[in-house]
């Protein structure tokens, strides 16, 4: 589905009234919405709207009075003086027939609900007097709360919490998703998000044209690599991951059995010499094979029909490293860069990336955690604590030429083209030793069956997150692999496959 940042929201409501919709019938039905999400949240008991000046506490206001006609107790709270309501906002204050209450924090009560309608998706600078004293009245109160568009406090576009934020019980948007939504620390705010259909028509996403997705099946089920009844291994790829010496093994191990679990045809483990013994001992169906450098390396691929690449679990830091990501490149194979790999490049990121562009090659993926993706990007990290997240991932794609994931619990993958996926799937419990590392297999195994590199790392993420929730509490690194066949089974039945 795909995600609206504010300006193409207001695009889209501009294109509806263009279109014959009124502005005013649009806050009717977003208020209308609102009002059914506070009936099932407080069947009974007063409710508290608590009104901005803005189209947000337009809507608060449509909902009161329509929540007022269905029988409940309402009170209305505004922030601010009614005569500077303007607008479709103004329109529905005049509906509201009750009395509008000062905004005396005293005044909340003890009500069943709290609707939050002060401010929505367009807030970009930090709360301050008595928008945050009212906030934190909210908070203090300890009622659920229902927000309208987005937590009161939330930025729309970053997810970030600007001075103080509501935390909601549920939160109603209307049309799509925003990126706070999704993004942390907002996505924790919002609580429960309901999508609420406010008669902007479809077709406006033709003109808009989104480039930001939420990262779900529906998103990449036309890549999907299902197997055919006629087919082989040989059709399914094969998949190399790349083996540190002695002491780093385990990390190349969990990433091929990754591969080879995600539907690679064949996975092949490339050993130095000292650590052959070592992992030809632990691997059954995964292959191993020795390579030494990267000289070996460019033997090895030879072979066409190794046709993509993980470089990086625990495969070490320094130039043998750097040489080997070189070689993999000039074979122009599908390709995975992932921890050593990029950790290699942190004092020389431009080397990187000049070497891509050299390439030409399209279907490389990096997967840098926080930590390592200011060693690439420093200029794009989070040091500013408003920055989106998405965008800095988009730019980080474009400079380097890469499709690129940068992990978390609210992973952002960004191509260089302008497309970006947020996940919401991914468990607390994934975030542990070794899980990056089957992450990067997935994704391998992906692309060794053809997958372009954009909907690989997009799959990879959802499958990886939905292994989390399938393994549960408590799940090492070991059990992701073990568990990716019931999360197949679930894709196959969700796109109708036979197995």
């Known amino acids: ?114 609707i939050d309608a002060l401010f929505g998706a367009g807030l970009n600078r930090p709360v301050k007097g008595d928008a945050l004293a009212t906030i934190e009245a909210i908070m203090a109160n300890g009622a659920p709360v229902l927000s309208i568009d987005l937590p009161s406090g939330i930025n729309g576009t970053t997810g970030a919490v600007m001075g103080a934020a509501i935390r909601a019980t549920e939160t109603v948007t209307f049309f799509r998703k925003k990126p706070a939504h999704l993004l942390l620390p907002g996505r924790i705010h919002c609580g429960r998000v309901r999508v609420a259909d406010i008669g902007i028509a479809d077709a406006v996403l033709d003109e808009i044209r989104p480039v930001t997705f939420e990262n779900t099946p529906d998103y990449w089920n036309g890549a999907f690599p299902a197997p055919h009844i006629d087919g082989h291994k040989y059709k399914r790829g094969h998949a190399v991951v790349v083996s540190g010496h002695l002491t780093s093994t385990g990390a190349a191990r969990l990433s091929a059995r990754g591969a080879l679990r995600a539907g690679a045809g064949l996975v092949t483990v490339l050993s130095p010499d000292d650590a052959l013994g070592a992992n030809a001992a632990a691997l059954t169906a995964v292959m191993v094979r020795r390579m030494n450098g990267a000289a070996g390396f460019a033997e090895v691929l030879a072979d066409r029909r190794l046709n993509a690449c993980v470089i990086g679990p625990g495969a070490g830091i320094g130039e043998e490293t750097r040489a080997l990501v070189s070689t993999a490149l000039a074979a122009g194979r599908a390709l995975v860069l992932d921890a050593d790999a990029l950790t290699s490049f942190a004092d020389t990121p431009d080397r990187l990336f000049e070497t891509v562009r050299q390439s030409g090659g399209s279907d490389i993926i990096l997967t840098p955690h926080e930590g390592e993706f200011h060693r690439l990007f420093s200029e794009m990290s989070n040091k500013h604590p408003f920055r989106s997240k998405l965008e800095r991932v988009r730019d980080a794609a474009r400079r380097s030429g890469c499709v690129v994931l940068l992990k978390g619990a609210d992973t952002v993958v960004a191509s260089p083209d302008g497309r970006a996926t947020i ?73 109708g496959i036979d197995y």
């Open 423 to 495: 996940a919401a799937n991914a468990p607390p419990w994934l975030a542990t030793a070794g899980s990056g590392d089957v992450l990067s297999g997935i994704i391998g195994g992906l692309l060794a069956q053809s997958v372009p590199a954009f909907e690989a790392a997009c799959m990879g993420v959802w499958m990886h997150g939905e292994t989390g929730r399938e393994a549960g509490p408590g799940l090492i690194a070991e059990d992701l692999p073990e568990v990716l066949p019931a999360v197949l089974r679930r894709l196959y039945d969700r796109f």
């Open 1 to 114: 589905m795909e995600i609206l940042t504010t300006g193409e929201m207001e695009q889209a409501d501009r294109l509806s009234i263009a279109g014959g919709v009124s502005g005013f019938a649009l806050m009717l039905r977003a208020g209308q919405a609102v009002a059914n999400a506070a009936a099932d949240l407080a069947e009974k008991g007063p409710i508290l709207v608590v009104v901005g000046c803005g189209n947000n506490g337009g809507d608060g206001f449509v909902a009161a009075t329509e929540l007022a006609a269905r029988g409940h107790e309402v009170s209305v709270i505004l922030l601010g003086e009614r005569d500077s309501l303007k607008g479709d906002a103004a329109l529905a204050a005049k509906g509201w027939k009750a009395p509008v209450l000062p905004c005396d924090l005293s005044a909340l009560g003890s009500p069943a609900l709290i």
